[in-house]
Nanobody
Framework: QVQLVESGGGLVQAGGSLRLSCAAS????????MGWYRQAPGKQRELVAT???????NYADSVKGRFTISRDNAKNTVFLQMNVLKPDDTAVYYC??????WGPGTQVTVSS
Protein backbone atom coordinates (compact mmCIF):
# COMPACT_ATOMS: atom_id res chain seq x y z
CA GLN A 1 0.00 0.00 0.00
CA VAL A 2 1.48 3.29 -1.13
CA GLN A 3 1.54 6.07 1.42
CA LEU A 4 2.88 9.60 1.05
CA VAL A 5 2.98 12.01 3.95
CA GLU A 6 3.89 15.65 3.47
CA SER A 7 5.12 17.88 6.29
CA GLY A 8 6.77 21.24 6.83
CA GLY A 9 4.01 23.58 5.77
CA GLY A 10 2.94 26.59 7.78
CA LEU A 11 2.55 30.35 7.91
CA VAL A 12 5.48 32.52 6.88
CA GLN A 13 5.99 36.15 5.97
CA ALA A 14 6.85 37.16 2.43
CA GLY A 15 10.56 36.74 1.82
CA GLY A 16 10.81 33.87 4.24
CA SER A 17 11.62 30.21 3.72
CA LEU A 18 10.07 26.81 4.33
CA ARG A 19 11.26 23.28 3.71
CA LEU A 20 8.68 20.68 2.81
CA SER A 21 9.24 16.95 3.17
CA CYS A 22 7.38 14.01 1.71
CA ALA A 23 8.01 10.59 3.18
CA ALA A 24 7.04 7.65 0.98
CA SER A 25 6.34 4.03 1.76
CA UNK A 26 5.01 1.07 -0.19
CA UNK A 27 6.93 1.93 -3.35
CA UNK A 28 10.41 1.36 -4.73
CA UNK A 29 11.22 4.98 -4.05
CA UNK A 30 14.58 5.15 -5.76
CA UNK A 31 13.17 4.38 -9.22
CA UNK A 32 10.29 6.81 -9.03
CA UNK A 33 10.23 10.31 -10.42
CA MET A 34 8.83 12.43 -7.61
CA GLY A 35 6.98 15.67 -7.98
CA TRP A 36 5.66 18.58 -5.96
CA TYR A 37 2.40 20.20 -7.03
CA ARG A 38 0.30 22.94 -5.50
CA GLN A 39 -3.28 24.12 -5.59
CA ALA A 40 -4.33 27.60 -4.58
CA PRO A 41 -7.94 28.43 -3.69
CA GLY A 42 -10.05 28.67 -6.83
CA LYS A 43 -7.22 27.51 -9.08
CA GLN A 44 -6.23 24.28 -10.75
CA ARG A 45 -3.50 22.10 -9.34
CA GLU A 46 -0.17 22.95 -10.96
CA LEU A 47 3.27 21.44 -11.22
CA VAL A 48 5.92 23.02 -9.02
CA ALA A 49 8.95 20.76 -9.50
CA THR A 50 9.98 17.22 -10.35
CA UNK A 51 13.07 15.12 -9.76
CA UNK A 52 13.89 11.91 -11.58
CA UNK A 53 15.53 8.81 -10.17
CA UNK A 54 18.81 10.10 -11.62
CA UNK A 55 18.41 13.45 -9.92
CA UNK A 56 17.42 15.54 -12.93
CA UNK A 57 15.15 18.38 -11.94
CA ASN A 58 12.48 20.48 -13.59
CA TYR A 59 10.76 23.60 -12.25
CA ALA A 60 7.79 25.76 -13.04
CA ASP A 61 8.92 29.15 -14.31
CA SER A 62 7.24 30.85 -11.36
CA VAL A 63 9.54 29.14 -8.83
CA LYS A 64 12.83 28.87 -10.73
CA GLY A 65 15.69 30.31 -8.72
CA ARG A 66 13.66 30.27 -5.50
CA PHE A 67 12.69 26.63 -4.95
CA THR A 68 14.92 23.55 -4.91
CA ILE A 69 13.72 19.97 -5.08
CA SER A 70 15.92 17.18 -3.77
CA ARG A 71 15.64 13.58 -2.63
CA ASP A 72 17.17 11.19 -0.14
CA ASN A 73 16.68 7.67 -1.45
CA ALA A 74 18.02 6.15 1.77
CA LYS A 75 15.15 7.80 3.66
CA ASN A 76 12.51 7.48 0.91
CA THR A 77 11.97 11.21 1.18
CA VAL A 78 11.70 14.08 -1.27
CA PHE A 79 12.16 17.68 -0.20
CA LEU A 80 11.18 21.11 -1.46
CA GLN A 81 13.25 24.00 -0.18
CA MET A 82 11.29 27.20 -0.74
CA ASN A 83 13.06 30.53 -0.43
CA VAL A 84 12.00 34.13 -1.04
CA LEU A 85 8.39 33.10 -0.62
CA LYS A 86 5.68 35.31 -2.06
CA PRO A 87 1.97 35.60 -1.23
CA ASP A 88 1.27 33.98 -4.63
CA ASP A 89 2.97 30.83 -3.33
CA THR A 90 0.11 30.31 -0.88
CA ALA A 91 -1.43 26.93 -1.65
CA VAL A 92 -1.79 23.36 -0.52
CA TYR A 93 1.36 21.52 -1.61
CA TYR A 94 1.18 17.88 -2.63
CA CYS A 95 3.81 15.31 -3.50
CA UNK A 96 3.20 12.74 -6.19
CA UNK A 97 4.91 9.61 -7.45
CA UNK A 98 5.35 8.61 -11.06
CA UNK A 99 2.80 5.88 -10.31
CA UNK A 100 0.21 8.65 -9.77
CA UNK A 101 -0.08 8.33 -6.01
CA TRP A 102 -0.69 11.55 -4.10
CA GLY A 103 -0.17 12.65 -0.55
CA PRO A 104 -2.89 14.47 1.43
CA GLY A 105 -1.08 17.81 1.11
CA THR A 106 0.36 20.42 3.44
CA GLN A 107 -0.80 24.03 3.65
CA VAL A 108 1.63 26.84 2.92
CA THR A 109 0.46 30.37 3.67
CA VAL A 110 2.61 33.39 2.85
CA SER A 111 1.54 36.68 4.37
CA SER A 112 2.37 40.03 2.82
Amino acid sequence: QVQLVESGGGLVQAGGSLRLSCAASGIIFRINTMGWYRQAPGKQRELVATITSAGSTNYADSVKGRFTISRDNAKNTVFLQMNVLKPDDTAVYYCKTSTNHWGPGTQVTVSS
